[in-house]
Nanobody, 127 residues
Framework: QLQLVESGGGLVQPGGSLRLSCAVS????????IGWFRQAPGKEREGVSC??????YYRDSVKGRFTISRDNAKNTLYLQMNSLKPEDTAVYYC??????????????????????WGKGTLVTVSS
């Protein structure tokens, strides 16, 4: 059964860090493009970061603070989030899609053009 399960969310103070994990089962993550998305209260879901092959994309508001990565041996993707701000508060979703190695990541992320989605984990940044 194909499944993506996020973990690592929680309450953190402004300036703090969290690492989100997304455990994948039912397919081999190494053959897929990956991404993290978020939906803040009252707002639409947006792409945070995506990666395909050696190319990554970050939305402007998280550049220099967030890092996307994967561990193919563990079939898991990660989002390291540093210097967190209250405006980062949202439900974070991991996602994946089959993609050719040179498929551009920015459209994939901006258009949320992914095939498989997790159910999300809540990140709250507050003092």
């Amino acid at each position: 059964q194909l499944q993506l399960v996020e973990s690592g969310g929680g309450l953190v103070q402004p300036g703090g860090s969290l690492r989100l994990s997304c455990a994948v089962s039912g397919f081999t993550l190494a053959n897929y493009a990956i991404g993290w998305f978020r939906q803040a209260p009252g707002k639409e879901r947006e792409g945070v970061s995506c990666a395909n092959g050696g190319t990554t994309y970050y939305r402007d508001s998280v550049k220099g603070r967030f890092t996307i990565s994967r561990d193919n041996a563990k079939n898991t993707l990660y989002l390291q989030m540093n210097s967190l701000k209250p405006e980062d508060t949202a439900v974070y979703y991991c996602a994946a899609r089959a993609a050719r190695l040179f498929t551009a990541v920015q459209p994939m992320c901006v258009n949320q053009d992914m095939h498989y989605w997790g159910k999300g984990t809540l990140v709250t940044v507050s003092s």
